[in-house]
């Protein structure tokens, strides 16, 4: 193997902390993992308008369609900024003594044009990774709706994916990072509990509380326009999870299973949770809790998918959705509009998921640990879970709210106030998501 597979193949293995990293195969394309790979990538991508469908169903009619273009926009935007330095910030050596990476192959990805690694033309491995930076920055568009210039939100995910997405995913995945070597195992975050749920979550909560409120929140009615729509989104978005989660295991085999399974699992059980809690609160179930169960789920089992078994996803699922939901109940107390609840579903309940997985992980990872650091055990691997959390965390408050006051200052970014009452659909756009026709004679 040359130096160059070598390092392309522990980039492929950087996802995974619950198997040892595949032998490379220096002869050919190993076709059943591309396929599975290559579907994963897709359906990654596919969640994008998963997103964009379920943030603009929970907005005003006046505000759906530039909501749904704060998601749509990320793919062009962050696509070609991967591409271009993305992929090799993230999973270069490190430089800036590990803040981040950089590799001269890995910029425009020139120097992978005919790199296979562990079966799997590295094209498609840059291509699913690239999916995870995508919706990382659009997800945080649930925090800053109806209330941001477009140019101002385009800016902002440029900033954020430059100098909190490619770090941390660097750190975290990267087989250079030094949270990637941490402890016996380093961080367990299989799909991106902290590289991406934690940082967008947190970085909304800050975002939510620069910009303030929407005008007339909370005493004004701001309901949905389509909850059909949104319910359709979060179907495909649970669909596309498959793919986030068990593609993250760069396999198709026995990991990939088990990540599927335990996606499926705590999301089933994050919705029936949720459902249940709605029941006895309000005497009845709305389709928007049973969505919330959903995402409460699935963030929780995103960083825990690779080390738990399905009574464990059972647990993180249940318990995700009570958390998420009590913290969706204490917003209004502290008064901060994070309008669409990024960090009330994703920053919570995929904290605790990172928190929590080191009860859960299965004896025979545990032992491997132990194997490799004499005594390991989950109290030590929740020690490095609270280290990846509490910088996480750091990174992502300190980056977001400067990055907030340089767009601020600079292209602009809450609306005014008579572009907000307009709605961003015809201030920014000069269009809108609804139209009744006039009728004629």
């Known amino acids: 193997m040359t130096k160059k597979q070598a390092c392309s193949a522990a980039i492929l293995s950087a996802a995974i902390f619950s198997s040892p990293a595949l032998a490379a ?40 369609l530039g909501t749904m273009m704060h998601s749509m926009i990320a793919i062009p935007v962050i696509g070609v900024l991967w591409v271009v330095v993305g992929y090799a910030l993230a999973f270069g050596d490190n430089v800036l003594g590990g803040f981040i990476g950089w590799k001269s192959d890995y910029f425009l990805l ?59 995913c660097h750190w975290i995945w990267a087989p250079s990072g030094w949270l990637y ?57 649970w669909v596309g999870w ?72 059972l647990i993180l699922g249940a318990l995700s959705s009570c958390i998420c939901y009590t913290a969706l109940q204490l917003k209004g107390r502290f008064g901060y509009d994070d309008s669409l609840d990024c960090f009330g579903v994703h920053g919570v309940g995929s904290g605790m998921g990172i928190l929590l997985l080191s009860f859960f992980i299965r004896q025979s990872w545990m032992d491997k640990a132990s194997a490799a650091v004499a005594g390991w055990n989950a109290l030590h691997q929740f020690g490095i879970q609270v280290l990846g959390f509490g910088v996480t965390v750091a990174l992502a408050v300190s980056m977001t709210l400067v990055i907030c006051f340089v767009v601020q200052k600079t292209v602009g970014f809450r609306l005014d106030e008579e572009r907000e009452v307009a709605g961003m659909d015809f201030a920014l756009h000069g269009e809108r998501g609804y139209s009744i026709a006039n009728m004629e004679g």
């Not at 190993?30 to 379920?54: C, E, N, Q, R």
């Not at 800053?144 to 440029?158: D, K, N, S, T």
């Not at 295991?249 to 999301?267: D, H, I, Y």
């Open 25 to 64: 195969d220096p002869h050919g394309v190993d076709t059943g993992i591309t396929a599975w790979m290559l579907t994963s990538t897709a359906l990654v991508l596919l969640m994008v308008p998963g997103l964009a469908m379920f943030y603009g169903g929970l907005v005003r009619s006046k505000n759906v």
């Open 110 to 168: 020139k120097g992978i044009d005919s790199t296979i690694v562990n079966g799997v033309p590295e094209y498609v491995v840059a291509m699913f990774q690239g999916k995870f930076a995508i919706i990382t920055p659009a997800l945080i568009a649930g925090a800053l709706a109806e209330r941001v210039y477009f140019r101002g939100y385009v800016m902002f995910i440029i900033l954020w994916f430059l100098c909190v997405y490619c770090p941390l």
């Open 181 to 237: 070597k941490a402890g016996a195992a380093g961080v367990v975050d299989l799909a991106g509990g902290l590289v991406i749920h934690v940082s967008a979550g947190f970085s909304a909560l800050v975002t939510a509380m620069f910009l303030g409120p929407r005008k007339g929140y909370p005493k004004a009615a701001m309901l949905p326009n389509n909850l059909v729509m949104t319910i359709m989104g979060a179907g495909i978005l």
């Open 242 to 313: 498959f793919g986030f989660n068990a593609g993250s295991t760069v396999q198709s085999g026995l990991e990939t299973a088990r990540a599927l399974t335990m996606t499926q699992v705590s999301a089933a059980s994050g919705a029936l949770t949720w459902v249940i809690i709605e029941a006895f609160h309000y005497r009845k179930a709305t389709s928007l809790g049973l969505v919330s169960g959903i995402l409460a789920g699935l963030v929780a089992i995103t960083p825990a998918a690779g080390v738990v078994q399905p009574w464990g996803a």
